[in-house]
């Protein structure tokens, strides 16, 4: 019932900036916390950032910290990810995850969803 779809990946060249954006549907009256992880080949799933309920505080992981920025939109059901100076390493499949508070048959409850993901590419 709930869905997360990411965008605003593609190729783009070293030094580079790029937004992602990760919007939630579905019968959604609450989002807690927000964050953005990423898979490169061959290596496992790793934190980039996470973002509180009402934007409160974040946390990024030491490799991005500094050049991408979490960011939310409550009223959109939205996650941003403002990715600055962009590198080769960056080069990785990005998801959200979001946990939410949705209305399934009359029921309140909080579940953890994942999207699809994004590609991200940085190279020359």
């Known amino acids: 019932q709930v869905e997360l779809v990411e965008s605003g990946g593609g190729l783009v060249e070293p030094g580079s900036d790029l937004r992602l954006s990760c919007v939630a549907s579905?019968?959604?009256?609450?989002?807690?916390?927000m964050g953005w992880y990423r898979q490169a080949p061959g290596r496992e799933r790793e934190l980039v950032a996470t973002?509180?309920?009402?934007?409160?505080?974040?946390n990024y992981a030491d490799a991005i910290k500094g050049r991408f920025t979490i960011s939310r939109d409550d009223a959109k059901n939205t996650a941003y990810l403002q990715m600055t100076a962009l590198k080769p390493e960056d080069t990785a499949d990005y998801f959200c995850?979001?946990?939410?508070?949705?209305?399934?048959?009359?029921?309140?409850?909080?579940?953890?969803?994942w999207g699809r993901g994004t590609r991200v590419t940085v190279s020359s």
């Open positions: 995850d979001m946990f939410v508070g949705h209305v399934n048959v009359q029921l309140k409850r909080w579940d953890d969803y």
């Open positions: 973002i509180a309920p009402r934007g409160t505080s974040t």
């Open positions: 579905g019968n959604i009256f609450a989002i807690a916390e």
